[in-house]
């Protein structure tokens, strides 16, 4: 499986992407000491030709916001902070689904409640569900930074649990309805063996894939949570002369740039654009990374069986219901 899915271009390519990025963000902090350029008039010679927001341009690539700072690094710096929230909030998911998952086998007749609870998620927006738990949190200034990121990780990660944890719940059915677990529970293998023993090896390709998909979910809630105002951290305003203040991220991570910048956007559109953009690439990469760990999933001989059965259910079925339209309309 590993060495199925570091063959596939669609993986690779979307690893490649990703790992540039968090290598270079990573120089930017390192050695090159997380410096953003700032400079907010441009002179030729003693006489000033230009003063901040720059456009693109081959001094600065992406422009500059109101204060002269470089957009583009602005995105580098921020990109550590961007995927890292991304990496870790993810696999906290799966890891609590994984054993919620696990123990609603075994939920019998609350399972249906708990289904029901799960389902009323899908209906609730994830990003104004955290507005209205987060915004009055993250607006008190004794809280410190550290203790605001864990507070909206956590809650990142809770509100996926229920929905996550009853797929993999499904996951994990499918995969004992196959007839060599049926062997196993006759042989008298106990419900922990069979699960480590035979579950898991065809259940964690599926989970390594629902792992990739929770990023891309993560990535596209920081964004919304960046438009509507919540940064990752905190909030700090900056002046800019007497009568404006900008909203900027503690940590330049990009849903606070996009949020910050969303003020912004007749002024400047390039401060939105590239933010959205930037956001935009990640994901695309982390789909060609979901589609890779998928086709090589699909290469595997348990999933191929597993298919192929699926498909003569789905053929019986279909036989079953034409032959009783018939039968049902020669009696009529």
């Given at each position: 499986m590993i060495k199925a899915i570091w063959k596939g271009p669609f993986f690779l390519i979307g690893f490649l992407f990703v790992f540039a990025l968090?290598?270079?963000?990573?120089?930017h902090h390192f050695v090159m000491n997380n410096e953003i350029y700032e400079n907010q008039i441009i002179y030729d010679g003693i006489t000033p030709i230009d003063k901040?927001?720059?456009?693109?341009?081959?001094?600065?690539?992406?422009?500059?916001?109101?204060?002269g700072a470089d957009l583009f690094y602005q995105i580098i710096s921020g990109a550590k902070y961007t995927l890292g929230i991304a990496f870790a909030a993810s696999l906290l998911r799966i890891f609590l689904s994984f054993f919620g998952?696990?123990?609603?086998?075994?939920?019998?007749?609350?399972?249906p409640v708990i289904k029901g609870l799960g389902q009323s998620f899908y209906y609730i927006p994830s990003a104004l569900l955290i507005l209205f738990i987060v915004g009055p949190i993250i607006?008190?200034?004794q809280i410190t930074f550290w203790e605001k990121a864990f507070f909206q990780i956590m809650l990142i990660v809770l509100i996926a649990v229920?929905?996550?944890?009853?797929?993999?719940?499904?996951?994990?059915n499918l995969i004992q309805s196959n007839e060599f677990i049926t062997s196993a529970k006759l042989m008298g293998g106990s419900r922990f063996r069979i699960l480590f023993k035979h579950v898991m090896p065809h259940l964690w390709p599926r989970l390594v894939l629902m792992y990739v998909q929770q990023v891309i979910a993560v990535l596209l809630l920081l964004a919304h949570l960046g438009i509507l105002g919540i940064f990752f951290g905190g909030t700090i305003y900056r002046e800019y002369g007497i009568e404006f203040t900008i909203p900027v991220s503690v940590s330049n991570e990009w849903s606070g740039l996009l949020g910050g910048y969303y003020y912004q956007l007749?002024?400047?559109?390039?401060?939105?654009?590239?933010?959205?953009?930037s956001f935009a690439a990640?994901?695309?990469?982390?789909?060609?990374?979901?589609?890779?760990?998928?086709?090589?999933g699909d290469q595997l001989p348990g999933r191929k069986k597993m298919k192929k059965r699926e498909k003569v259910k789905e053929k019986s079925v279909?036989?079953?219901?034409?032959?009783?339209?018939?039968?049902?309309?020669?009696?009529?």
């Open positions: 968090l290598s270079f963000s990573l120089y901040a927001p720059f456009e693109p341009s081959s001094e600065y690539w992406f422009g500059s916001d109101r204060m998952g696990v123990l609603l086998l075994s939920a019998g007749k609350v399972l607006a008190i200034d229920p929905n996550t944890a009853i797929l993999i719940k499904e996951e994990i007749r002024l400047a559109p390039w401060l939105v654009f590239f933010p959205v953009l990640v994901i695309m990469a982390f789909n060609f990374m979901a589609e890779g760990i998928k086709r090589a279909s036989k079953d219901q034409s032959f009783v339209f018939l039968t049902e309309r020669k009696i009529g």
